[in-house]
Nanobody, 128 residues
Framework: VQLQASGGGLVQAGDSLRLSCAASGRSLSDYVMGWFRQAPGKEREFVAGISWSGSSTKYADSVKGRFTISRDGARNTVYLQMNSLKSEDMAVYYC??????????????????????WGQGTQVTVSS
């Protein structure tokens, strides 16, 4: 599966953005999907994830209540709606996929090492 992340940009603190991760090559319905971010000088960190069925989601504590992950099977796309953006949200955001169609598990993996397919990243800049 190939992933293409988009939707980043420059916004002010308190604004909203919606990131998209469009897939090609395979149906995303077979994959656990995650959004990660990496700020300069920091390690890549988990932001949000959604199970292959969409029935389970997981969020980093820092974004709970502000970010929402969702998936659209018809568009083969996963979204990250980001509201009330803060300066500490500024980073390059990556989407990632882990094949999970062989199991009924709805577990959402929080570690970057658990994901095997990555998009190219989209920059989110938040000015205060």
């Amino acid at each position: 599966v190939q992933l293409q992340a988009s939707g980043g940009g420059l916004v002010q603190a308190g604004d909203s953005l919606r990131l998209s991760c469009a897939a090609s090559g395979r149906s995303l319905s077979d994959y656990v999907m995650g959004w990660f971010r990496q700020a300069p000088g920091k390690e890549r960190e988990f932001v949000a994830g959604i199970s292959w069925s969409g029935s389970s989601t997981k969020y980093a504590d820092s974004v709970k209540g502000r970010f929402t992950i969702s998936r659209d099977g018809a568009r083969n796309t996963v979204y990250l709606q980001m509201n009330s953006l803060k300066s500490e949200d500024m980073a390059v955001y990556y989407c990632a996929a882990r094949y999970q169609a062989y199991t009924s598990s709805t577990y959402v993996y929080p570690a970057p090492a658990d994901y095997f397919y990555w998009g190219q990243g989209t920059q989110v800049t938040v000015s205060s």
